[in-house]
């Protein structure tokens, strides 16, 4: 059963920082492609961050300079480091991971940011 929990999500005022890790079942963290989706109420799911096997990494345009993505494949965890938070980063955030067809995907972790 492949499974991925995600954790480190809550509320924080506008500035501040959260780290998001998502912990995979031993198989996928090393060859798997992973990152992080969001989505906040009444809009679509959108990529927020994405790390290759290899480590190469993507961001959506809205959060670079912001969040860093990275990953741990000897704790099979990967991380999503968010600073300077905005009222608009407020979503659930989804792990997934990604071979090929086979992608699966966390139960995500609420992100809110406000005052």
């Known amino acids: 059963q492949v499974q991925l929990v995600e954790s480190g999500g809550g509320l924080v005022q506008p500035g501040g920082s959260l780290r998001l890790s998502c912990v995979t079942s031993?198989?996928?963290?090393?060859?798997?492609?992973m990152g992080w989706y969001r989505q906040a109420p009444g809009k679509q799911r959108e990529l927020v961050a994405a790390i290759t096997s290899g480590g190469s990494t993507n961001y959506a345009d809205s959060v670079k300079g912001r969040f860093t993505i990275s990953r741990n494949n000897a704790k099979n965890t990967v991380y999503l480091q968010m600073n300077s938070l905005k009222p608009e980063d407020t979503a659930l955030y989804y792990c997934y991971a990604n071979q090929g067809v086979a992608t699966y995907w966390g139960q995500g972790t609420q992100v809110t940011v406000s005052s």
């Open positions: 031993g198989s996928i963290a090393r060859s798997y492609a």
